[in-house]
C-alpha cells in the first residue's frame, strides 16, 4: 500500500489555519544571554538590565512548553494547536527573513504575536512538500510597533525512502574575508538543544536520526548556524547594527565534520553576503545583512 501523501489536498486542508495567530508574553532575563554567550566561545558579559540583544538571540525566548505527553515521536509537539496538523513525518527550518527595527534589552518585557501568513505545497524529487510561513511581531514594554519582524519559513516533507537523490550539491565560496571553523561536537548541539528548549530528535540522537530518518549523523541546527552566521557579524563589524537579515537553508550540516561560517562586505559597506559550508566546500546555508 502506498504512503505517499497528496501535497495539494494536504496544502488545502491546511490552508484553513491560514490567519491563526496567537500571542506570547516573556521577559528577556540575563541568564539564557549568558549561556548563549559561553555556548559561542565569546568572552565573558555582565548581561545588566539594559544590554541589547544580539540579533537573533530573542530565539531564546518564547519557548515552547508542552507537556511530556504532548510529545510525538520525533521529539516536536504532536501535530496541531497553532501549527496546521501536516501530515508528512520530517519537519525542517527552510528559513527566515528579520527586520531588526529597535533594540530588544535584558530586563524588557515582550510579547510575541505569531501569524499564519501562508500554506503552500509542491511535488519535489523526494516527494510531497508543504511549506508553512509563520509571521512573528516581537514587542517591547507594551509599545505599540513592533521591535522585531519575523518570518519563519518551515518546510514538511516525507519519510525519506531507499533510492531518493538528494539534489545536486552547491559550491561555496573558496575565499572570503571573514571566516571561523565551527567543530560541532555533541555537546554544542546539546547546549543549543537547551537553551532553545528543542526537543527534535535529529539533533542528539543519533540512532534515531540515522535508523528513522536516515541521515548519516546528527544534524547541526539551523538556527544554530544562523546565529553563528549573525555571531560572525558581531566579530568582524562590533560598531554596526544588524537592520535586516535573511537566510535560506541549502543543505544539511552533519555533526561528523567541523564546518565553516563565512562574511564578505559588498561594495556599498552596508550589505554583507554570509553563507555556511561543510567540509567538502559544498554550500549549507545563503544568507545576506544589511547594516546600519
Known amino acids: 500500500m502506498s504512503t505517499t501523501t497528496d501535497p495539494s489536498a494536504t496544502a488545502q486542508d491546511a490552508r484553513a489555519w491560514i490567519g491563526r495567530s496567537e500571542t506570547l508574553a516573556d521577559r528577556i532575563t540575563a541568564a539564557p544571554v549568558l549561556a548563549l554567550n559561553a555556548t559561542l566561545d565569546r568572552d ?83 516527494g510531497a512538500l508543504v511549506f508553512v510561513k509563520v509571521r512573528h511581531e516581537v514587542r517591547c514594554n507594551d509599545e505599540h510597533d513592533p521591535a522585531i519582524v519575523e518570518f519563519h519559513d518551515i518546510v514538511y516533507r516525507e519519510a525519506k525512502k531507499s533510492g531518493d537523490v538528494d539534489p545536486p550539491p552547491q559550491v561555496a565560496p573558496a575565499q572570503a574575508p571573514w571566516q571561523r571553523t565551527v567543530v560541532p561536537d555533541d555537546v554544542l548541539l546539546f547546549r543549543y538543544s537547551a537553551l532553545t528548549f528543542n526537543g527534535h530528535r535529529i539533533h542528539y540522537d543519533r540512532r534515531y536520526v540515522t535508523e528513522v530518518e536516515g541521515y548519516p549523523g546528527l544534524i547541526v541546527h539551523g538556527p544554530l548556524i544562523a546565529t553563528l552566521l549573525t555571531d560572525l557579524l558581531r566579530r568582524h563589524a562590533p560598531e554596526r547594527e544588524v537592520a535586516t537579515f535573511a537566510f535560506r537553508a541549502v543543505r544539511p550540516t552533519f555533526d561528523l565534520n567541523p564546518f565553516r561560517v563565512s562574511g564578505e562586505p559588498r561594495a556599498d559597506g552596508a550589505t554583507i553576503a554570509l553563507w555556511a559550508q561543510d567540509h567538502d566546500g559544498w554550500l549549507t546555508m545563503d544568507a545576506t545583512a544589511t547594516l546600519r
Open 44 to 126: 565573558p558579559i555582565d548581561a545588566a538590565d539594559g544590554t541589547p540583544l544580539p540579533p537573533l538571540w530573542h530565539w531564546l525566548y518564547f519557548l515552547p512548553r508542552h507537556r511530556q505527553s504532548e510529545i510525538g515521536p520525533d521529539g516536536h509537539a504532536r501535530r496541531g494547536g497553532f501549527l496546521p496538523p501536516i501530515a508528512l513525518p520530517r519537519r525542517m527550518w527552510a528559513g527566515g527573513r528579520f527586520e531588526f527595527r529597535s533594540p530588544v534589552r535584558v530586563g524588557d518585557r515582550v510579547t510575541r504575536t505569531s501569524t499564519i501568513d501562508d500554506v503552500s505545497a509542491k511535488s519535489g524529487r523526494t
